[in-house]
């Protein structure tokens, strides 16, 4: 895939005039953007920010829950010269009036629905916009006697303007450590992912479809579900409210995608509502399943089912944020599902390493994407983890109006440092082993990656999400449970629902039994996990956290709240 230009302006010029006639922005159910029709409305709002004062290099916020005006507002701004903000639509206020100060914003395109979350708090001195109006903005500003040649020529002038070392996005991260951070990404650092990505998806055809579930202010769904599809001439369906299952399960079967990108999370839930019942379900099966073969077949049989709740004619499912249990990617494979992997950081733009479907390998990443590089900053990277990290054109020039975190991100000799723990074996294929920060020493010096314990944790049968840190020495765990699951398994134990009912009667009495047997699974489960455990990585005891952990925008634990817990 040949760009003239790497440059967001030359990606939009290619996939605009190549695919002219072909639909690429919609709703699962509503009207279809074509590639031309999306042209013509983002230079048209050209006018619109003349007309607000909006010079090169000016900032744009950008704030909106998915949907195909999204991606109108965020190249109206990018081809245009202006640096365009993305911000998660689950911010706080207050951090996204932060990140309006602190990236100096002129002015907002703001969706309705957080216009309303927002409540007339966004500060008077820069102009805002309804993400809704942008249709109607570009109608107003449209050009009169304009043609096809006078958009060829007005398009060949924005890329002749743009250069790909330009400041195209600045990407405001709330991670593990609870400390936004402003990530600069180029039009050469976005592009060349996505080029690089094209080569992972290269069985996808002009045409073929996306569904978008993941916020497309996070740089993994924008690159890889968004620009990478544009680039390939996909056509992006967008669903008009969050991605639960009532919601899902039509629009997959209406939408047929060819591709999905998602998170582990996703997988899992089929994993342990779909697989273990059907398992568990039957006594025969539950008895036969621990045998490879018979596991094999059943996993093959559930995965004829799987493919069709997705459609039936699915490519690429792409799992990225985080690698997926050892158990649920054992069944994915082992039910021929289309599973790729990838792995990134936002400062990469995102993606570093990955493998599409029919080359993934079990429990590795995949090896790096073209033209980046990565090392392991460890004595034997292939045996002994170290710190992952990376060069390439996709990687960020830093952190904005951040010197020192900027200076900390990289090596001496011009790595950055992803702050990721890895091994990388003979064949170039990339393991994931854990947060550096993460790390813990044991008594003798042993490293301890709670990331694979609470992998362990989290496949119990009534276990939620879990959390493995140091406290006073020891190694602790805090798990929360499915308690549906526990008082669907109550109401088994006292013998029907009449029973249950009875009980429930007495909320003290029912809070005693749940609690009791929540306590006694919790020991059990303790126990069970030990088992498979190193010695110096054995958990000395585990807390009940009842109420579900407090998570980042991209739905990862903030583990620092809960890393100096106490118990109480």
Same mark, same amino acid.
């Given at each position: 895939?040949?760009?003239?230009?790497?440059?967001?302006?030359?990606?939009?010029?290619?996939?605009?005039?190549?695919?002219?006639?072909?639909?690429?922005?919609?709703?699962?159910?509503?009207?279809?953007?074509?590639?031309?029709?999306?042209?013509?409305?983002?230079?048209?709002?050209?006018?619109?920010?003349?007309?607000?004062?909006?010079?090169?290099?000016?900032?744009?916020?950008?704030?909106?829950?998915?949907?195909?005006?999204?991606?109108?507002?965020?190249?109206?701004?990018?081809?245009?010269?202006?640096?365009?903000?993305?911000?998660?639509?689950?911010?706080?206020?207050?951090?996204?009036?932060?990140?309006?100060?602190?990236?100096?914003?002129?002015?907002?395109?703001?969706?309705?629905?957080?216009?309303?979350?927002?409540?007339?708090?966004?500060?008077?001195?820069?102009?805002?916009?309804?993400?809704?109006?942008?249709?109607?903005?570009?109608?107003?500003?449209?050009?009169?006697?304009?043609?096809?040649?006078?958009?060829?020529?007005?398009?060949?002038?924005?890329?002749?303007?743009?250069?790909?070392?330009?400041?195209?996005?600045?990407?405001?991260?709330?991670?593990?450590?609870?400390?936004?951070?402003?990530?600069?990404?180029?039009?050469?650092?976005?592009?060349?992912?996505?080029?690089?990505?094209?080569?992972?998806?290269?069985?996808?055809?002009?045409?073929?479809?996306?569904?978008?579930?993941?916020?497309?202010?996070?740089?993994?769904?924008?690159?890889?579900?968004?620009?990478?599809?544009?680039?390939?001439?996909?056509?992006?369906?967008?669903?008009?409210?969050?991605?639960?299952?009532?919601?899902?399960?039509?629009?997959?079967?209406?939408?047929?995608?060819?591709?999905?990108?998602?998170?582990?999370?996703?997988?899992?839930?089929?994993?342990?509502?779909?697989?273990?019942?059907?398992?568990?379900?039957?006594?025969?099966?539950?008895?036969?399943?621990?045998?490879?073969?018979?596991?094999?077949?059943?996993?093959?049989?559930?995965?004829?089912?799987?493919?069709?709740?997705?459609?039936?004619?699915?490519?690429?499912?792409?799992?990225?944020?985080?690698?997926?249990?050892?158990?649920?990617?054992?069944?994915?494979?082992?039910?021929?599902?289309?599973?790729?992997?990838?792995?990134?950081?936002?400062?990469?733009?995102?993606?570093?390493?990955?493998?599409?479907?029919?080359?993934?390998?079990?429990?590795?990443?995949?090896?790096?994407?073209?033209?980046?590089? &990565?090392?392991?900053?460890?004595?034997?990277? /292939? !045996?002994? $983890? %170290? @710190?992952?990290?990376?060069?390439?054109?996709?990687? #960020? +020039?830093?952190?904005?109006?951040?010197?020192?975190?900027?200076?900390?991100?990289?090596?001496?000799?011009?790595?950055?440092?992803?702050?990721?723990?890895?091994?990388?074996?003979?064949?170039?294929?990339?393991?994931?082993?854990?947060?550096?920060?993460?790390?813990?020493?044991?008594?003798?010096?042993?490293?301890?990656?709670?990331?694979?314990?609470?992998?362990?944790?989290?496949?119990?049968?009534?276990?939620?999400?879990?959390?493995?840190?140091?406290?006073?020495?020891?190694?602790?765990?805090?798990?929360?449970?499915?308690?549906?699951? &526990?008082?669907?398994?109550?109401?088994?134990? /006292? !013998?029907? $629902? %009449? @029973?249950?009912?009875?009980?429930?009667?007495?909320? #003290? +009495?029912?809070?005693?039994?749940?609690?009791?047997?929540?306590?006694?699974?919790?020991?059990?489960?303790?126990?069970?996990?030990?088992?498979?455990?190193?010695?110096?990585?054995?958990?000395?005891?585990?807390?009940?956290?009842?109420?579900?952990?407090?998570?980042?925008?991209?739905?990862?634990?903030?583990?620092?709240?809960?890393?100096?817990?106490?118990?109480?």
């Amino acid at each position: 895939m040949q760009l003239s230009k790497r440059s967001l302006t030359t990606l939009f010029a290619y996939s605009v005039k190549k695919y002219s006639t072909f639909g690429f922005l919609s709703y699962v159910d509503g009207p279809v953007l074509t590639y031309e029709q999306f042209g013509r409305t983002v230079l048209d709002l050209h006018g619109f920010l003349r007309k607000k004062g909006i010079r090169r290099g000016d900032r744009i916020l950008l704030l909106g829950q998915n949907q195909p005006l999204w991606g109108v507002g965020y190249f109206a701004a990018v081809t245009y010269g202006a640096v365009i903000v993305p911000v998660l639509t689950d911010f706080h206020p207050d951090e996204i009036l932060k990140i309006i100060a602190h990236s100096g914003a002129g002015g907002i395109i703001i969706s309705e629905r957080m216009m309303k979350k927002m409540k007339g708090r966004l500060p008077d001195h820069i102009w805002q916009v309804k993400m809704e109006n942008l249709p109607h903005l570009s109608e107003k500003n449209r050009r009169t006697g304009f043609d096809q040649a006078e958009d060829a020529a007005l398009i060949a002038e924005l890329e002749e303007k743009t250069d790909e070392e330009d400041l195209a996005a600045v990407i405001y991260t709330s991670g593990t450590t609870g400390t936004p951070k402003g990530v600069m990404l180029s039009h050469k650092n976005i592009v060349q992912d996505v080029i690089s990505t094209t080569f992972i998806a290269k069985r996808l055809r002009p045409g073929d479809h996306l569904l978008s579930i993941l916020p497309l202010a996070h740089t993994y769904e924008c690159t890889i579900g968004f620009l990478t599809p544009m680039l390939l001439g996909g056509h992006i369906f967008y669903l008009d409210a969050l991605p639960a299952p009532s919601v899902l399960m039509p629009a997959l079967k209406k939408v047929r995608p060819h591709v999905m990108l998602s998170v582990p999370l996703l997988m899992e839930k089929i994993y342990k509502n779909l697989v273990l019942p059907t398992m568990n379900g039957n006594a025969v099966l539950r008895s036969l399943y621990p045998l490879p073969v018979f596991r094999k077949l059943l996993h093959a049989m559930i995965g004829i089912r799987l493919r069709r709740i997705f459609g039936g004619r699915m490519k690429y499912f792409i799992i990225g944020g985080a690698s997926p249990t050892e158990e649920v990617e054992q069944f994915l494979r082992e039910a021929r599902f289309p599973l790729a992997k990838g792995y990134g950081l936002t400062e990469t733009a995102p993606l570093v390493a990955g493998a599409t479907a029919g080359y993934a390998r079990l429990y590795t990443i995949g090896p790096p994407i073209r033209d980046v590089r &990565i090392r392991i900053d460890s004595p034997d990277p /292939a !045996g002994q $983890a %170290g @710190e992952i990290q990376v060069k390439g054109d996709n990687v #960020s +020039r830093g952190y904005y109006r951040d010197e020192e975190k900027t200076r900390a991100a990289f090596t001496s000799d011009g790595w950055f440092r992803t702050g990721d723990l890895g091994t990388i074996d003979g064949d170039g294929y990339l393991s994931i082993r854990g947060r550096l920060k993460n790390l813990i020493l044991g008594p003798s010096g042993e490293n301890i990656y709670p990331e694979s314990i609470e992998e362990l944790l989290n496949e119990g049968d009534y276990v939620s999400e879990s959390l493995v840190y140091e406290q006073e020495g020891r190694l602790v765990a805090r798990v929360h449970l499915d308690y549906d699951k &526990i008082l669907a398994r109550m109401k088994q134990i /006292a !013998g029907g $629902a %009449g @029973e249950v009912s009875r009980i429930a009667g007495d909320a #003290s +009495r029912l809070a005693g039994d749940l609690s009791r047997m929540a306590g006694e699974y919790l020991v059990s489960l303790k126990q069970s996990v030990n088992k498979r455990l190193n010695v110096f990585s054995r958990i000395s005891e585990i807390f009940e956290q009842t109420e579900p952990f407090e998570k980042t925008p991209t739905n990862k634990i903030k583990r620092y709240i809960y890393t100096a817990a106490k118990k109480s």
